[in-house]
């Protein structure tokens, strides 16, 4: 989720991220002007006015703006030169959302992996930046950003053990920041290709929306790509999400300017890029900026069928017919019903895992409750002190679980591998 969101004149402030309503916060006329245009796909305008702003400076004399200046120059670079490669895409869907919950609305089957709520236990004690957690399909690993000592919001790894526990997450590099902020990460099914946020020099605007893929032979990523028209505008990108399996993709964005509010667009992805050609269109921006999504869409297509179908998934517990549960095995091998065990002591003892785990999450949730409680509490009063003794008590229960489903899960393993 997005936290602490904050309103300052024309700026928005949501988490981390800043987002301006039209015009950002910068000292000169012809210096707000010329961004005013280029926040509205005048690139022309907004060269000019730069242009003048420059011959007004003296060099040397008001570094601040010079640096800005430069910023504002190579993101009109950027957003100019891409109108060359505008990406044909088929727009199934806009719709319009809560910042507070957009996540729920990325509907993703349990093959595309999860976007979770960022206060899942791994990240309760770290410095947590991500709107969400993203966590693959037999779940095992995890990913989110968090600010790093120079506070900068860098990506995060971790994955899970034989055991059950998680190792020490790490960066899973710098590269990807570009000199600003990488956040809020989408791994691909391959394991290797990776969407994120960014604000680095690689941004038309706020952030944007980039692809690494990783080197087989370093296990590193390699230096991102902006994803361009239409995915990336002067405004800020939030996510992205792909669901192969479908052929379904999802971006979240503020370009539309809606008060407390996100756009979602779902689309259809490409197996091969299609750009459209600049020579050939009446309005090259029109597309670029997402003016009207039916130019978009093939007349043939019955796009009603399609939202319907994504419409029955439950999201967030990606429960899908037949499946109730997500289950690492030795090897990569992950176990999704009773029936996948051959075992039939592993059937027995997954039946009384499942079963504690219903308890854990029973536990957590009060604990979730009391803590919010706790917090609205006047200190001075008795009454803090009795929930704060609860917290205490239900933590110990809450340890003790953990180590009961860690031992259980080994146990299930035990009896299958040996079966």
Same mark, same amino acid.
């Given at each position: 989720?997005?936290?602490?969101?904050?309103?300052?004149?024309?700026?928005?402030?949501?988490?981390?991220?800043?987002?301006?309503? $039209?015009?950002?916060?910068?000292?000169?006329?012809l210096?707000?002007?010329?961004?005013?245009?280029?926040?509205?796909?005048?690139?022309?305008?907004?060269?000019?006015?730069?242009?003048?702003?420059?011959?007004?400076?003296?060099?040397?004399?008001?570094?601040?703006?010079?640096?800005?200046?430069?910023?504002?120059?190579?993101?009109?670079?950027?957003?100019?030169?891409?109108?060359?490669?505008?990406?044909?895409?088929?727009?199934?869907?806009?719709?319009d959302?809560?910042?507070?919950?957009?996540?729920?609305?990325?509907?993703?089957?349990?093959?595309?992996?999860?976007?979770?709520?960022?206060?899942?236990?791994?990240?309760?004690?770290?410095?947590?930046?991500?709107?969400?957690?993203?966590?693959?399909?037999?779940g095992?690993?995890?990913?989110?950003?968090?600010?790093?000592?120079d506070?900068?919001?860098?990506?995060?790894?971790?994955?899970?053990?034989?055991?059950?526990?998680?190792?020490?997450?790490?960066?899973?590099?710098?590269?990807?920041?570009?000199?600003?902020?990488?956040?809020?990460? *989408?791994?691909?099914?391959?394991?290797v290709?990776?969407?994120?946020? $960014?604000?680095?020099?690689?941004?038309?605007?706020?952030?944007?929306? *980039?692809?690494?893929?990783?080197?087989?032979?370093?296990?590193?990523?390699?230096?991102?790509?902006?994803? $361009?028209?239409?995915?990336?505008?002067?405004?800020?990108?939030?996510?992205?999400?792909?669901?192969?399996?479908? $052929?379904?993709?999802w971006?979240?964005?503020?370009?539309?300017?809606?008060?407390?509010?996100?756009?979602?667009?779902?689309?259809?992805?490409?197996?091969?890029?299609?750009?459209?050609?600049?020579?050939?269109?009446?309005?090259?921006?029109?597309?670029?900026?997402?003016?009207?999504?039916?130019?978009?869409?093939?007349?043939?297509?019955?796009?009603?069928?399609?939202?319907?179908?994504?419409?029955?998934?439950?999201?967030?517990?990606?429960?899908?017919?037949?499946?109730? *549960?997500?289950?690492?095995?030795?090897?990569?091998?992950?176990?999704?019903?009773?029936?996948? *065990?051959?075992?039939n002591?592993?059937?027995?003892?997954?039946?009384?895992?499942?079963?504690?785990?219903?308890?854990?999450?029973?536990?957590?949730?009060?604990?979730?409750?009391?803590?919010?409680?706790?917090?609205?509490?006047?200190?001075?009063?008795?009454?803090?002190?009795?929930?704060?003794?609860?917290?205490?008590?239900?933590?110990?229960?809450?340890d003790?679980?953990?180590?009961?489903?860690?031992?259980?899960?080994?146990?299930?393993?035990?009896?299958?591998t040996?079966?």
């Amino acid at each position: 989720m997005v936290k602490n969101t904050l309103k300052i004149g024309c700026r928005f402030v949501l988490g981390s991220l800043v987002f301006m309503c $039209g015009i950002p916060m910068a000292k000169g006329d012809l210096l707000r002007e010329g961004r005013e245009a280029f926040m509205n796909y005048d690139f022309e305008l907004a060269s000019e006015k730069y242009e003048k702003y420059a011959k007004t400076m003296r060099k040397g004399q008001n570094a601040p703006d010079e640096e800005l200046l430069e910023t504002y120059m190579r993101q009109l670079e950027i957003a100019e030169n891409s109108l060359d490669n505008v990406q044909k895409i088929e727009i199934i869907d806009r719709i319009d959302v809560p910042v507070s919950d957009f996540v729920k609305h990325i509907k993703l089957p349990i093959s595309g992996g999860k976007v979770l709520d960022p206060d899942v236990s791994i990240l309760r004690k770290r410095h947590n930046q991500s709107d969400f957690a993203y966590s693959s399909e037999s779940g095992d690993v995890m990913m989110w950003s968090e600010k790093d000592e120079d506070h900068r919001e860098v990506i995060m790894q971790s994955e899970q053990l034989m055991d059950g526990s998680w190792e020490v997450p790490v960066s899973v590099g710098t590269i990807l920041n570009e000199g600003g902020n990488a956040r809020n990460p *989408f791994l691909l099914t391959d394991g290797v290709t990776l969407y994120f946020s $960014g604000d680095g020099e690689g941004s038309m605007g706020g952030y944007d929306l *980039f692809v690494a893929t990783k080197d087989p032979a370093t296990g590193e990523f390699r230096q991102p790509i902006g994803l $361009g028209y239409p995915f990336n505008s002067p405004y800020n990108e939030y996510m992205i999400a792909i669901d192969e399996e479908n $052929g379904i993709g999802w971006w979240v964005t503020d370009r539309n300017r809606l008060e407390d509010q996100l756009t979602i667009y779902v689309f259809k992805t490409n197996e091969v890029r299609k750009n459209y050609n600049p020579d050939e269109e009446d309005d090259i921006i029109s597309l670029a900026r997402i003016d009207d999504i039916s130019v978009t869409q093939n007349p043939e297509t019955d796009y009603s069928a399609i939202i319907k179908e994504i419409n029955k998934r439950s999201n967030l517990d990606n429960k899908e017919s037949g499946s109730s *549960f997500i289950f690492p095995m030795q090897g990569g091998k992950v176990m999704r019903r009773i029936s996948d *065990f051959k075992s039939n002591s592993a059937r027995s003892n997954m039946q009384q895992y499942l079963q504690a785990l219903e308890e854990h999450k029973a536990l957590e949730n009060k604990l979730s409750d009391l803590r919010k409680r706790y917090h609205q509490t006047d200190k001075k009063k008795g009454s803090a002190t009795s929930l704060k003794n609860q917290i205490l008590e239900l933590e110990k229960q809450r340890d003790w679980q953990n180590e009961r489903l860690l031992k259980m899960r080994n146990t299930i393993i035990t009896a299958e591998t040996k079966d």
